[in-house]
């Protein structure tokens, strides 16, 4: 073929080209040879034997956005797993005297060459009330009047200056040539380590309470994880019944479920999770110290905000399967397999199970795929609201919403947590895509 | 057609209906109480404030009450945040500053997300849609309170010289407006890119398509007349629903932001068991919703005359 230097519309051309027109009399004589048998015959001969697993399988190692994705994933569960094992400060441990470290230090010489700088620069500030007299003197230089108000204001600067320093410490930093290293230690921490003791550093710097941050965010991780599997596994096994049973009884029945995810549909999500998060709560707090077994045991583990975002999940969440799940249904009801299996006594669950829900496996794989973003969305979303996980338990979204506080200070609190939960949900749309693309290729976006 | 239409709104009330059945009930089975608080108020005062609002008496004593007021279009008062305030003018004060803000993040969205798409879909498989597709997939997985805090830092003076916007809102001065309106459009604009994408691409792979192309017209002409037309029917489907959400206001956002709007008063509500408030707030959302729904099917004959009200396309 010609160079493919000018754009083809995707819809191809009917034009011919002038290189296609001159590559002709490049053909010899062999071109127009009649084929051979085992040429002609070879477009007959099956390909390479392929089951439909094998063939999604081969279609989705072709599409390396996935495939990476599919990597990182990997990666966020070693780290979400693995990682609490290798640093050795808890998640809900508190270090007195490591409060507020950033994710870098100083050189122990540096530290106190900073720290008596700042200290000097403090005690330079001038004083509060030679600060207002000078400000006084200035302005009548000018001939103006300062107001109660401004003298209240540069009293209050002043005074600032002086307990803080005039300058920042960055600033400082800067002049002094200090240059910052990776991993936040506390001062006690530098002092044994310039002992020649190892220290762990804490890689993302500590909270106010002094807890380490990266082993906060393998735990968060762990736990954003843990609600977007489990919910999506919930809408799964909801939805895929909801909507295979709804499509295939049609008629009334249908109308009438239709109407009851429309109800559904149109209350906020925000307003049943807060309330139902609110009843579960005493209801599970009562269950759990009355009864025992696995829900029982699970209750003072995982908290009850917790328990209830998964029922919320398992209330709300399954409409949109359902209504993918009834469309594919509806097509599928009409075809001869289905008349064939009612027609030999099949009955209707019969008929769901072994032959309308294994058609649709593509649809419902790739949804449950794309509904475990959509969860680990929401439960950051209502961490953020305050009634998602409860405290010393942590997930992605509660740490940056405990970050959003001390964000003019602190920002590095919101970036750590904020870059894994994107990166996570960002992968799991990326393989939920190439799932998509995989399963079913008339889906191709 | 007039039938279909009648029938439409009719089914719709009955779902606005419902809804206010089940938060009725969901809310008050909540237990808690609008005048319960840190105070630890004496009884008699309790009791004295739920007579005063109704609350003393059963349950579907006040149900049958609330709904008949529903039908006189009188919301009742709000009992906690902003006492004997009525519902409909809280509703009122907050809605327009939350659809302002709203309908400029849905217009910036479709304006620049539909283009986008389709320009992906036309170079489909080169540098230009590889770039817009992982925008828009980053889009699509950045939570907007990510978004919104970290633009709040960037631009309102967490980096030294790029104080751009005021940091707190202020109505009327718009550039109070430009990055609320900026997260909150943000991942609708990816979504629509990405869902006119898709179906820009299958639109292109059609027949008449091909047809048109055959015909000699040019490729502008194909691409917005013949193609972007079927291409637009998912997403309007995706926007019907959503602009009732938006419009409504986005409570991370707002917060974030701190926007006195519709959605942040909602959340507020719910907290503080103010149940006309949370009753009102919520259906009018669910109104608006389901009048959405209802345009959309509408709207769905006017782009695609094939598809008739009524008739499942199943």
């Known amino acids: 073929m010609a160079d493919h230097k000018h754009p083809r519309p995707p819809w191809g051309s009917l034009q011919l080209r002038a290189g296609d027109i001159l590559a002709w009399g490049e053909l010899t004589p062999e071109d127009f040879r009649p084929a051979g048998s085992p040429e002609a015959t070879a477009p007959l001969r099956p390909g390479p034997e392929g089951s439909y697993r094998r063939d999604a399988w081969r279609r989705f190692r072709g599409n390396r956005a996935a495939l990476g994705a599919l990597a990182v994933l990997l990666l966020l569960v070693l780290f979400a797993l693995a990682g609490p094992l290798v640093v050795p400060y808890g998640y809900a441990q508190f270090h007195a005297g490591a409060e507020n470290l950033p994710p870098y230090h100083y050189a122990l010489a540096d530290q106190e060459r900073l720290e008596a700088e700042l ?164 209801a599970l707090l009562a269950y759990a110290n009355t009864h025992t077994g696995l829900l029982a045991r699970a209750v003072p583990l995982l908290g009850k905000n917790l328990i209830s975002m998964f029922l919320s999940f398992g209330l709300l969440y399954w409409v949109t399967m359902s209504r993918i799940i009834r469309g594919q249904v509806l097509q599928l009801k009409g075809q001869e397999y289905v008349t064939a299996a009612r027609a030999l006594g099949a009955s209707g669950a019969r008929i769901i199970r072994r032959h309308l829900l294994p058609n649709c496996i593509g649809q419902i794989v790739v949804t449950t795929c794309l509904q475990i973003p959509s969860a680990i969305f929401l439960e950051s979303f209502l961490s953020f609201l305050g009634v998602g996980v409860t405290t010393p338990l942590t997930s992605l979204g509660s740490l940056a919403s405990e970050a959003l506080e001390g964000l003019w200070s602190y920002p590095y609190r919101l970036i750590f947590p904020a870059v894994i939960l994107s990166a996570m949900i960002l992968s799991f749309n990326l393989v939920g895509d190439g799932l998509r693309d995989a399963l079913d290729p008339r889906l191709k976006r | 057609m007039a039938r279909e239409i009648l029938k439409r709104i009719g089914t719709a009330a009955l779902t606005v209906f419902a809804v206010a059945t089940l938060t009725f009930f969901l809310t008050r089975a909540v237990p808690g109480n609008p005048f319960l608080s840190e105070k630890n108020p004496p009884q008699a005062v309790l009791d004295a404030l739920n007579e005063k609002y109704g609350l003393d008496q059963p349950l579907y004593v006040q149900y049958v009450k609330y709904l008949g007021n529903l039908l006189r279009g009188d919301l009742g008062v709000s009992v906690k945040l902003q006492k004997d305030y009525p519902v409909a003018r809280i509703i009122g004060e907050m809605f327009p500053v939350s659809a302002a803000i709203g309908f400029f993040a849905l217009l910036w969205a479709v304006l ?180 959405m729904n209802l345009l959309v099917d509408l709207l769905y004959q006017a782009v695609d005359p094939r598809i008739r009200l009524g008739r499942e396309a199943a």
């Open chain 1, 119 to 282: 200290s000097r620069r403090a005690q330079a500030a001038p004083d509060p009330e030679e600060a207002v007299e000078r400000a006084l003197a200035e302005a009548q230089a000018r001939g103006e009047t300062l107001t109660a108000v401004d003298l209240a204001r540069i009293r209050a600067e002043a005074r600032a200056a002086q307990s803080q320093g005039a300058v920042s410490e960055a600033q400082v930093r800067r002049e002094l040539g200090i240059r910052p290293r990776l991993g936040g230690y506390s001062r006690e921490d530098l002092e044994r380590k310039a002992a020649g003791e190892a220290v762990f550093p804490h890689l993302f710097g500590t909270d106010r309470y002094g807890r380490d941050i990266l082993v906060r965010v393998m735990v968060g991780t762990r736990v954003s994880m843990l609600v977007g599997l489990s919910a999506a596994a919930l809408v799964l096994v909801i939805g895929a019944l909801y909507g295979a049973v709804s499509g295939y009884c049609g008629g009334r029945v249908d109308a009438v479920m239709q109407r009851i995810v429309e109800v559904i549909y149109s209350i906020p999500e925000v307003l049943v999770i807060l309330l139902l998060s609110t009843v579960l709560g005493d």
């Open chain 2, 112 to 291: 620049l997300g539909v283009p986008l798409g389709c320009l992906a879909a036309y170079r489909r498989g080169r540098g230009t849609d590889s770039a817009l597709q992982v925008v828009c997939t980053l889009g699509v997985s950045l939570p907007s309170f990510v978004v919104a805090s970290l633009l709040l830092f960037a631009f309102c003076g967490g980096i030294a010289g790029w104080k751009l916007f005021p940091t707190l809102f202020q109505a009327g001065d718009w550039r109070s407006y430009v990055l609320p309106c900026f997260s909150l459009g943000f991942y609708p604009m990816c979504y629509i890119a990405r869902q006119s994408r898709a179906s820009m691409l299958d639109a292109l792979g059609q027949d008449y398509i091909k047809t048109a192309r055959a015909k000699g017209l040019r490729t502008g002409r194909i691409l917005f007349k013949h193609a972007l037309r079927n291409a637009l029917l998912p997403v309007l489907t995706y926007l019907g629903p959503q602009v009732a959400f938006t419009l409504c206001g986005g409570f991370v956002v707002e917060t974030v932001f701190t926007i006195p709007g519709l959605g942040r008063y909602f959340v507020q509500s719910i907290s503080s068991r103010d149940y006309p408030v949370i009753l009102g707030t919520t259906l009018f959302l669910a109104s608006f919703l389901v009048g």
